[in-house]
């Protein structure tokens, strides 16, 4: 079983000497030891009254909160008798009242390996304002859940940086939590106190099964490990009008819309894709009926994707080719509705860029996604060279 950062610091008592003064604590409900103790809970009984404030991410520090936008409240837990400080909602940056009489903050979040998963965002704000403030971070570090091998789709471009990209890196990256936060130190915060207390037995070429650890979801709407490799591709389509699943389930792994007939659907998607080399994957018809968001209370046609081999499996380039037959064969529409505080189409904010609406609406050739998927790949592995911690 892989040993996982907070693991590692509940047994050792030198590496909870890298921990000094008083601490504050970023967490939420998938931040467990290998025992299922909530992570909260055990570095309190570390620390005891040195642990001042406790910090949750998006979704909220129990996460409970649906879908993006939906905003959580600061307050004092009554159970830990500690202030709560949300880092989505009115504030997405620490501010200097929260972090007042605080000397470390450690940072436990279970990330997804996407590059619009907010968490690494959350993580690297944290870092900026530590920075300025002279405050030690200590990073705890977790399972990357889809591999730290493959990567997939093409690295951010600045003018796109947002709450759902931060780092120039692609939207697959490879990376576990305790690496993006060396990168952010690499290219955003140089001066930022930092320490990382790695994992033992965790391989690049590990996804989640692999492990030996319980899943837990990191937010409400990824249920499984396999939604998790999904959600690479899947989360395209958060800007669409196409339902992701949401209100399912087993959202981000299902896709479909109101009116499809699923079966001839599917039919018509697999001979599509039959020579294309993306993985091994099942796409299995079937009709949902999703209970909020997308098509609520309506029965929608679609399939529900089922990775059969993780290694291969091309989460990113499955889901950014079925945008291209989406478009084609159905009612489909571009999202332009406010997405994460940005403006404008929410694709572009998601991708990093606006090269994939452009091929998709001019229907391009896989030959031409490929090379999207793959721009900036050079750059970005000679960025993470040097940070990188398992080899």
Not at 237 to 250: F, L, Q
Not at 353 to 370: A, H, I, P, R, Y
Request: hydrophobic share 35%; with cysteine.
């Amino acid at each position: 079983m892989v040993e996982i950062g907070l693991d590692r610091l509940i047994n050792n008592e030198s590496l909870q000497n890298l921990c000094p003064g008083k601490i504050a604590y970023l967490g939420h409900s998938a931040a467990l030891t290998s025992k299922l103790e909530l992570g909260l809970s055990a570095v309190k009984k570390i620390f005891s009254e040195r642990l001042i404030k406790v910090f949750g991410p998006q979704h909220g520090f129990v996460t409970d909160v649906q879908d993006n936008m939906v905003e959580t409240e600061s307050y004092h837990h009554p159970y830990f008798d500690l202030p709560l400080y949300s880092l989505y909602g009115e504030h997405r940056r620490p501010t200097n009242e929260m972090l007042e009489g605080v000397d470390t903050l450690i940072i436990d979040l279970q990330d997804v390996g996407t590059r619009v998963y907010t968490y690494i965002t959350t993580l690297s704000y944290c870092m900026e304002k530590c920075e300025e403030l002279g405050i030690k971070v200590v990073v705890l570090d977790r399972p990357n859940p889809v591999g730290g091998e493959l990567i997939e789709g093409p690295v951010l471009q600045k003018e796109w940086r947002s709450f759902v990209g931060h780092h120039p890196i692609p939207q697959r990256h490879s990376l576990t939590i305790g690496e993006v936060a060396k990168l952010q130190q690499k290219i955003h915060s140089p001066r930022c106190e930092l320490e990382v207390i790695t994992m033992n037995e965790w391989k690049r070429s590990h996804h989640w099964r692999d492990t030996g650890l319980t899943w837990v979801n990191p937010s409400p709407n990824l249920a499984t490990p396999e939604s998790a490799l999904t959600f690479c591709g899947t989360v395209l389509y958060e800007g669409t009008n196409i339902s992701e699943g949401r209100g399912t389930t087993r959202s981000l792994e299902v896709l479909g819309a109101h009116g499809l007939e699923p079966f001839s659907f599917t039919d018509l998607v697999k001979e599509e894709l039959k020579d294309l080399p993306l993985g091994d994957y099942t796409l299995r018809p079937l009709q949902f009926f999703p209970m909020f968001q997308k098509f609520k209370g309506e029965a929608c046609g679609g399939f529900h994707i089922h990775p059969t081999n993780p290694a291969n499996f091309q989460s990113w380039m499955l889901g950014a080719y079925l945008l291209k037959l989406f478009h084609k064969h159905t009612d489909f529409e571009w999202n332009q509705k406010t997405y994460e505080y940005e403006e404008g189409f929410a694709i572009n904010y998601i991708n990093g860029g606006d090269e994939l609406k452009n091929w998709v609406e001019k229907q391009g050739s896989f030959e031409e996604l490929t090379h999207l998927s793959q721009f900036g790949h050079d750059e970005f592995r000679n960025l993470r060279e040097d940070i990188l911690i398992y080899s």
